[in-house]
């Protein structure tokens, strides 16, 4: 009988080892990663992680302010746009930016949206997005006080899709971008997924790719209170560190305050090509994890070792922790880009840009080799009629600005017809390295030997010292949360490369006079003295 009970007792203390172990390595770390967090964040090991050689994911800070500051070290800049002294302010008093845009726009026809048409697109898509979210909470036996979303018709949102028109996504100076930037890092997240991109990518990855884009890239699609949408680019790269020599174009990393930055210069340019662009730091278990209904994105979260929530891209041969993101222990830095209007009210071209790369590790493409390519471009249509081919030495200038190679198409609405103004999308992979100048993406500019006078006006004038590019991009970003968003040798990047396009610009005059080189805007008038005599001086 004692042997008996010695048995008994040993099963019992067995099977609950075996218990305890079941709840402490599966059921336990399913139940952290539920909670909110109620600690101070940790470090994020992620940072550490390499799959390949070059830089690593990085993890956020918690705190803006502080994030930026373990991650760059920017000199004094300037005060704080609309202070005492502020070149920013300077700038967009000047009257390159107070001159009235031509053509004037006269009509419905130069306006991307029909309002109402719009507004009633928006409803029927809310009312749906209500009965989906109703069926999934039936389905999984949830059960909500929420009351069903409302169109909020003066959202920023709304009033930025209904703002665009032929001269540009938004009009200067405009409050309702400011108010959009404001929503979007501050609104509540009601949904999460994968963007079109990825769900693509799902199932349909090929190993025999040389491009893979699920092992850098990582974006979703984030839905607000408001019913705003926005795409998130995580953090994967810290500010300091440069794409490696060794890494191609098409491999890099895509850098959140590339987005970001890209918006600030495309606003200073005068351009208003990128869709408003802001820094947020965001609670990937609440704002992601707790609000996505797809279950592959669910799939793919986990606890690191440093209790950091972490997630990676899946496909089939990219399914690594070494390829996540990881929160500290669940903020992340990103930026957030604010969606356009949906193809079915604004249908966008997709056109292959004439100098694409080749996307091989030996390849080239005709304008890599042969210097009179651009002759073969302008007996092409649009290139030889509209003034499409201008708007691609513009799109190059920027590219070459923030060191983006990475421009193989673009994008324009179709309302506008030939002419109309292409949409400067996915600019994460510039800003990468700050020590190289790529000449050949001014291919365009050097080869062509044409540019905009308005173009032109802007780039002398921002390369004034009362006006130095480096100065007024370093205070404009000091309005995002993630300030500093660029080191300083990447600001000081933007004054040496502007000399360059400045110099290609005074070398293509000089070769074939200055009537070849610069076009009239469309009225045939000239832009506004920018203080410079002439493009040669």
Same mark, same amino acid.
């Given at each position: 009988m004692p042997a008996l009970r010695r048995d008994r007792l040993l099963t019992l203390l067995l099977l609950g080892a075996l218990l305890s172990a079941d709840l402490y390595?599966?059921?336990?770390?399913?139940?952290?990663?539920? !909670?909110?967090?109620?600690?101070?964040?940790r470090g994020c090991p992620c940072a550490r992680r390499a799959a390949s050689p070059g830089p690593a994911p990085a993890a956020a800070s918690p705190a803006p302010r502080a994030a930026a500051r373990n991650f760059s070290r920017a000199g004094p800049g300037p005060e704080r746009r609309g202070g005492r002294g502020s070149k920013l302010q300077a700038l967009y008093a000047h009257p390159l930016y107070r001159v009235p845009e031509e053509p004037p726009l006269l009509g419905p026809e /130069?306006?991307?949206?029909?309002?109402?048409?719009? !507004?009633?697109?928006?409803? $029927?898509?809310?009312?749906?997005?209500?009965?989906r979210? =109703? %069926?999934y909470q039936e389905q999984l036996n949830l059960t909500s006080l929420d009351a069903p979303l409302q169109l909020q018709l003066d959202a920023s949102w709304i009033r930025f899709h209904l703002g665009i028109s032929r001269h540009g996504l938004y009009p200067r100076s405009s409050p309702v971008v400011r108010q959009l930037l404001q929503d979007m890092r501050r609104s509540p997240t009601i949904s999460a997924d994968y963007s079109q991109d990825e769900?693509?990518?799902?199932?349909?990855?090929?190993?025999?790719?040389?491009?893979?884009?699920?092992?850098? #890239? !990582? =974006?979703l699609v984030l839905r607000f209170s408001d019913f705003g949408k926005a795409m998130f680019k995580p953090m994967r790269q810290q500010r300091h560190e440069e794409t490696p020599a060794d890494f191609f174009y098409f491999?890099?990393?895509q850098r959140h305050n590339a987005e970001i930055a890209a918006f600030h210069l495309d606003r200073i340019l005068d351009f208003r090509r990128v869709p408003p662009t802001v820094g947020r730091l965001v609670n990937v278990t609440k704002e992601i994890l707790e609000v996505t209904k797809n279950e592959i994105l669910q799939s793919v979260f986990f606890v690191s070792p440093a209790s950091n929530v972490c997630f990676f891209a899946k496909c089939p041969y990219m399914c690594k922790t070494e390829y996540a993101v990881c929160g500290n222990p669940h903020l992340l830095e990103g930026s957030l880009s604010a969606f356009l209007?949906?193809?079915?009210?604004?249908? $966008?071209?997709?056109?292959?840009n004439p100098w694409i790369r080749s996307y091989s590790l030996a390849g080239k493409e005709e304008w890599e080799v042969n210097p009179l390519y651009c002759d073969t471009v302008k007996q092409i249509y649009p290139y030889n009629s509209s003034r499409r081919l201008l708007n691609i030495i513009d799109m190059a200038i920027f590219d070459f600005l923030i060191g983006n190679m990475d421009r193989h #198409?673009?994008? %324009?609405?179709? =309302?506008?017809? /030939?002419?109309?103004?292409?949409?400067?999308?996915?600019?994460?992979? &510039?800003? &990468?390295? #700050?020590?190289?100048?790529?000449?050949?993406?001014?291919s365009p500019l050097s080869q062509c030997c044409r540019i905009k006078r308005k173009t032109l006006s802007h780039l002398q004038l921002l390369a004034q010292g009362d006006y130095r590019l480096s100065d007024v991009m370093r205070e404009s970003l000091l309005e995002d949360e993630l300030s500093p968003v660029l080191t300083e040798p990447h600001l000081l990047? !933007?004054?040496?490369?502007?000399?360059?396009?400045?110099?290609?610009? =005074?070398?293509?005059?000089?070769?074939?006079?200055?009537?070849?080189?610069?076009?009239?805007?469309?009225?045939?008038?000239?832009?506004?003295?920018?203080?410079?005599a002439n493009p040669t001086s």
């Open positions: 390595f599966h059921l336990w770390p399913q139940v952290r990663r539920q !909670l909110r967090p109620r600690e101070h964040p /130069d306006s991307l949206l029909a309002s109402q048409e719009a !507004l009633r697109y928006y409803r $029927r898509k809310v009312a749906r997005w209500n009965r979210h =109703k %069926m769900k693509a990518l799902l199932g349909a990855c090929d190993c025999t790719q040389i491009v893979k884009p699920s092992g850098v #890239h !990582l =974006k491999i890099d990393f209007p949906s193809l079915n009210l604004a249908p $966008r071209l997709s056109v292959p #198409h673009y994008e %324009m609405f179709t =309302k506008f017809g /030939d002419d109309g103004f292409l949409i400067h999308l996915d600019n994460a992979r &510039g800003f &990468g390295r #700050h020590s190289q100048d790529e000449l050949s993406i001014l990047a !933007l004054d040496r490369r502007l000399q360059i396009i400045l110099q290609t610009v =005074k070398g293509c005059v000089e070769a074939h006079g200055e009537q070849s080189v610069i076009a009239s805007d469309p009225t045939g008038e000239s832009a506004p003295d920018s203080g410079r």
